[in-house]
């Protein structure tokens, strides 16, 4: 083969991790990351490892999601032992919280129609008191919650960092500052062909485009549909306390060195990643009203990062009809499903492994049916 057998377009943590399961199962990959300059969503990411209402729509990315998380704690273990780093990854189960009993309601509702069509999601519905029992810190404008034992969350960055470290243990080779602009196969040759904008370019018999919302252009080349658009989300970070909440709850947690992660905003404004007052104050404001401890705690940091989304939400996973060894792929679930990426989509688009179940129901296509709509959660 070519020195490089698998070329991955995109170091965040959904390229990262598709290129540390093919470099794991034995492939030379060499990863090619756009670095400081990019939308990177990693940079932005809650860090929530979630189960509890993903899905609603399509019941086979319910039960992916559900399957996915259970690789986290082989894979946090597998980069520690290989890199050093600790991805502080904590599946102690999580909590949804809810102002009024309509929201209530409606969670409920939704909750028991996934686990009847799905099965094992577990989850509780808690009125005020019997969450205030698990989660003493609540405030009394908190009508109740819903719990999942499945729910738990890591270190986004740290799992990145790992991720970027564990393949260049494997071997791989990761070009930072790369702005890949085309992709294409070569012709008379199996090769594919990835060229940057400074004219430099990488060879190899497969390609995997995990580049984030340059996928949609990137794709195109190859045969491939992936409309994605962004979606930005403001997060904040206190100073850092005493341990108060042992579980990750939708919108606050507390990370394991202390500091509080507050989020999050949905925002339609294209490529603006920057924050916003009025944001900033809706997010503070929401997690006081959720624990009254946070209103005299002081705020180190605020900033905004672009999620990459599907018109339904939903991952597209992929190969080229057209170019045979050409993929795609993209979520906005990186921590999440990153178990998944490097243990099952990793070596399937490196050739080594089975594809998804349901692989069908993640093509790109599906946007293009006329008789279909789509909308997300965000």
């Not at 190859?222 to 970070?237: F, T, Y």
């Not at 057209?322 to 993209?330: D, I, R």
């Amino acid at each position: 083969m070519q020195a490089e057998d698998l070329i991955v377009v995109g170091g965040g943590v959904v390229g990262a991790a598709i290129a540390y399961g093919a470099a794991r199962a034995g492939v030379y990959v060499t990863l090619l990351d756009q670095g400081d300059i990019a939308h990177r969503a990693s940079r932005g990411n809650f860090g929530l490892a979630w189960v509890q209402g993903k899905g609603v729509g399509l019941p086979c990315y319910a039960r992916w999601t559900r399957d996915a998380v259970k690789f986290l704690p082989a894979l946090a273990k597998e980069l520690f032992e290989l890199t050093g780093v600790d991805v502080a990854l904590s599946q102690p189960g999580g909590f949804w919280v809810g102002f009024n009993d309509a929201e209530m309601v409606a969670r409920e509702e939704m909750l028991r129609g996934l686990n009847t069509m799905v099965g094992n999601i577990p989850y509780e519905m808690l009125d005020h008191t019997a969450l205030k029992a698990r989660l003493p810190g609540i405030g009394p404008a908190v009508a109740g919650g819903s719990y999942c034992p499945l729910d738990g969350h890591a270190n986004p960055l740290k799992l990145l960092h790992a991720l970027h470290a564990g393949l260049k243990a494997h071997g791989a080779r990761v070009v930072s500052g790369v702005d890949i602009a085309h992709v294409s196969c070569r012709e008379k040759s199996t090769d594919f062909e990835a060229k940057s904008t400074s004219g430099q370019s990488w060879r190899a018999p497969r390609i995997v485009l995990a580049a984030g919302l340059g996928n949609e252009v990137l794709a195109a080349q190859v045969g491939l549909h992936a409309p994605v658009s962004p979606n930005r989300g403001q997060v904040l970070i206190t100073e850092r306390l005493k341990p108060f909440l042992d579980y990750p709850v939708n919108k606050v947690r507390q990370t394991n060195e202390g500091s509080v992660q507050l989020g999050y905003s949905v925002e339609d404004v294209g490529l603006n990643d920057g924050t916003t007052v009025s944001a900033i104050e809706w997010i503070a404001r929401r997690a006081v009203a959720t624990f009254p401890v946070l209103s005299n705690v002081r705020l180190v940091r605020a900033w905004g990062a672009l999620r990459v989304m599907t018109p339904d939400g939903f991952p597209i996973y992929q190969e080229s009809a057209s170019c045979p060894g050409a993929f795609v792929a993209t979520s906005h679930s990186g921590i999440t499903l990153a178990g998944a990426h490097a243990y099952v989509i990793g070596p399937w688009m490196a050739g080594l492994g089975a594809p998804p179940d349901d692989l069908n129901e993640y093509a790109g296509e599906r946007f293009l049916d006329p008789t279909r709509s789509f909308s997300n959660a965000h």
